[in-house]
């Protein structure tokens, strides 16, 4: 079990106190979902709605950078 989730409403990491999904989560996640990049980006997807509710006054292009622009 992980120990790099979010904290939220800050989203930050967990672990390490990085800005949530930190690099070792983001490394994580690819190994969790080798398979399954679709599902692995509707996940993101949803941690970026409720990131977004929490983070309001960060710019939506660093958030989408932040949670999904890693992913590809």
């Known amino acids: 079990m992980t120990t ?9 990491c967990g672990g390490c106190g990085a800005e949530w999904p930190c690099q070792t989560r983001r490394r ?3 190994a969790e979902y080798d398979r399954a990049p679709v599902s692995l980006a509707l996940y993101l997807a949803a941690q970026l709605v409720d990131a977004a509710q929490d983070l309001a006054h960060v710019p939506a292009g660093h958030l989408h950078h932040r949670f999904l622009g890693w992913t590809r």
């Not at 979010?6 to 930050?12: C, D, G, N, Q, S």
């Open 28 to 30: 994580e996640l690819r």
């Open 4 to 12: 790099h989730l979010p904290v939220t409403p800050a989203w930050t």
